[in-house]
């Protein structure tokens, strides 16, 4: 859920940057345009034409993708009708990046792959291959696969930096720092990103800058480094001002806000917010959705340092209104973070019932994002599944056509040379059987794939399932725990009450008591048994005199459960559980060395 809630913020935070830099650099763009497809292509040879040709689509890529798109094909046309071998590699490369700005990813890796051959088959610029390999690390590290991407920023950046091609440098500084914090390697993440810093005093991109100013700002606020954080973002915010990029200061300002807020300096943090609500109204109103998304998660950071304050009543008064308005824009994860504040607000105001209640909402909607996330990579490993199905049928039929075309230029062959001698028939017959067995060794290839898609796949589903049960055994002991903590809570602070005042609570902690799971095993069981259905049959087939408690503790160890948590869920004591682990050693014949967790992950 955090990790979603992340991407989801820097996403919106990229698009405020991007949306930024387009509208600044539109009409210097179409000037440029103008001024190209004013230049008389007559008297020019192909290969002028097909640069002019590229330049446009580059050009028009910032401003109307089927013009770039248009002038890209047209390129390609003139170079394969020439057979120039550099201007179909520059051709697909375009292409390829068009590709990859509508997020078209296989297809971008598929041009971008093919432009690369040409451009290793010709005696071309080096710079053009950096920027190959600039776009394939892109999509490798879009696919969460970090040792590929890895590989290619390094080399697209060894290209860059000799040749001093200081845009490819800074974008790609920028990407490998994104990619080593994603990897959650800090040092060379830090590194990177202060080589991004240094970079960006030597550009124009003022609003690249800022950006970089950010990360590097949130990359020490959560390494803890709080004061080199604090640092970076106030440089930012100074050159925000400078640049009047208004849009960008509710975020510096709430961050800022944030980092002080962790410091215990609340008052400070509260000066800070309420900056970033007065920079909030400078924000043009026809950004909607940007005033509210940053009006809500000001007021929810405010009410959160009201709380904090002991400030109750005015804290309540903007957690109210921020659960509200997420309610209304539908900001799932700002609602729940507001009723869980709002409980704990009034859980100290001493008004448990009301508090209850907005646990209860907070609870319901922890699951509903969890779900809602679960739900999300379910379909995302079947529309990738489903996509490797049609890429297989679709390569079958290819290779089924082929074949087909094969056999008919055999036949054509054969008609056409009736009167050729034997020798010449026996070996178009030999080349025809060659073929054939090569056309059946790729379809069992094919195959064998498909096979090993189908096996990784299921095997990712069964992992993820094992975690999320896990999880969800976890949570529902916390959850249990948390309640009777709170019951224990109202069951003495009623003690010194009147009984009229007692009864409403005392019924209270009976609702509770009823909603209080205690048939954990149960829950626990009916979910271990549909993600590890045939586990205990081939446990008892093998070891039949094992027991219901014994097949219990094989299924706690099954999921590499610690002791402790074994504890929490079967009530014993500890020696309970070393006794039980010993006693199933013995029916299960296993050595003193060996890992019994281990052995039961083999059935």
């Not at 940057?17 to 763009?29: E, N």
């Not at 309610?327 to 994860?333: L, M, N, S, V």
């Not at 070393?578 to 296993?590: D, N, P, Y």
Request: proline share 1%; hydrophobic share 35%.
């Amino acid at each position: 859920m955090l990790m979603l809630t992340y991407k989801f913020m820097r996403t919106f935070i990229a698009c405020v940057f991007l949306v930024g830099l387009l509208s600044f650099s539109a009409s210097g763009q179409l000037s440029k345009i103008d001024s190209l497809k004013n230049i008389s292509l007559q008297g020019k040879s192909i290969e002028e034409k097909i640069k002019i040709k590229l330049e446009l689509s580059k050009l028009y890529s910032a401003v109307q993708l089927d013009s770039s798109l248009y002038y890209s094909t047209g390129a390609m046309k003139l170079s394969q009708e020439i057979e120039y071998p550099l201007g179909i590699g520059m051709s697909l490369f375009s292409l390829g990046q068009l590709a990859l700005q509508n997020d078209n990813i296989d297809t971008a890796r598929r041009f971008l792959t093919e432009s690369l051959v040409y451009f290793n088959n010709c005696d071309c610029d080096d710079s053009l291959k950096a920027e190959v390999y600039f776009s394939m690390g892109r999509i490798y590290l879009l696919h969460d696969n970090y040792y590929e991407a890895q590989e290619y920023f390094i080399k697209g950046l060894q290209i860059a930096e000799k040749k001093k091609i200081k845009s490819l440098v800074f974008k790609l500084y920028y990407w490998m720092a994104i990619m080593y914090d994603s990897m959650k390697n800090t040092e060379d993440a830090e590194f990177y990103y202060l080589k991004l810093v240094e970079s960006c005093d030597t550009t124009k991109y003022n609003s690249y800058t800022i950006f970089s100013l950010y990360d590097l700002g949130k990359f020490y606020k959560d390494k803890g480094e709080l004061l080199k954080a604090n640092s970076y973002l106030l440089k930012a915010i100074n050159m925000s001002k400078t640049i009047d990029a208004c849009k960008i200061l509710p975020l510096l300002y709430n961050e800022i806000g944030n980092i002080q807020f962790y410091m215990g300096n609340l008052n400070q943090a509260l000066i800070y917010y309420n900056m970033a609500e007065k920079s909030i109204l400078d924000i043009p109103s026809t950004e909607s959705l940007q005033i509210n998304y940053w009006s809500a998660f000001t007021m929810f950071y405010k009410g959160r340092c009201l709380y904090k304050k002991s400030d109750y009543k005015e804290a309540l008064d903007l957690l109210k209104a921020v659960r509200n308005t997420a309610i209304k824009k539908d900001f799932y994860k700002l609602q729940a973070d507001a009723s869980e504040y709002l409980a704990k607000t009034y859980e100290k105001m001493g008004e448990y019932h009301t508090a209850i209640n907005y646990f209860k909402g907070f609870y319901n909607l922890h699951d509903s994002i969890i779900s809602t996330y679960n739900v999300a990579r379910v379909t995302k490993l079947e529309m990738e599944y489903r996509h490797m199905k049609e890429q297989h049928k679709k390569n079958i039929k290819q290779l089924e056509l082929d074949q087909q075309h094969q056999k008919q230029i055999v036949s054509y062959k054969i008609t056409i040379g009736g009167t050729i001698l034997l020798l010449i028939i026996l070996i178009l017959i030999f080349i025809n059987y060659r073929n054939l067995q090569r056309a059946k060794t790729r379809h069992e290839k094919l195959e064998q794939e498909k096979l090993k898609t189908e096996k990784d796949y299921l095997q990712k589903e069964l992992d993820f399932k094992s975690r999320e049960l896990t999880t969800s055994v976890m949570y529902l002991l916390k959850k249990n725990n948390f309640l009777k903590s709170l019951n224990e809570k109202l069951k003495n602070a009623i003690l010194p009450l009147k009984p009229e005042v007692k009864k409403p609570i005392t019924d209270i902690i009976k609702e509770t008591d009823k909603n209080i799971e205690s048939d954990t095993w149960e829950e626990f069981e009916t979910r271990f048994n549909n993600v590890h259905h045939d586990f205990s049959s081939r446990l008892l087939n093998e070891f039949p005199d094992l027991t219901p408690n014994e097949l219990k503790l094989c299924a706690f160890l099954k999921l590499n459960m610690s002791t402790k948590e074994i504890l929490t869920i079967t009530h014993q004591s500890s020696n309970s559980i070393s006794v039980a682990r010993h006693r199933l050693r013995t029916k299960l014949g296993i050595e003193r060395d060996e890992n019994l967790t281990i052995f039961l992950s083999k059935y």
